[in-house]
């Protein structure tokens, strides 16, 4: 149990970050230019983003709930 909400800290930046990583990705600015650098095809950038923001969705849910069964057992 003294794990858990070291493991739930790690999945909610892991969501956080997937999900502002899909943000940039969709949106690519010109100054970080991330699709360019991470060589994505116009094509694909819609999946790529949907991908990332369901993967950081369920991520951030998740370690969301477990700190909060931490919090509350």
């Not at 930046?13 to 943000?23: D, E, P, T, V």
């Not at 991470?38 to 950038?45: D, R």
Request: hydrophobic share 60%; glycine share 6%; net charge negative.
């Amino acid at each position: 149990m003294i794990v858990a909400p070291f493991v739930g800290a790690i999945q909610l930046l892991i969501g956080f970050l997937a999900m502002s990583s899909a943000y940039l990705i969709y949106y690519d600015p010109s100054s970080l230019m991330i699709g360019t650098i991470l060589s994505i095809s116009p094509e694909n950038v819609a999946l790529f983003a949907l991908l990332f923001s369901i993967i950081g969705f369920f991520s951030a849910v998740s370690g969301s709930l477990i700190i909060y069964e931490w919090v509350f057992s």
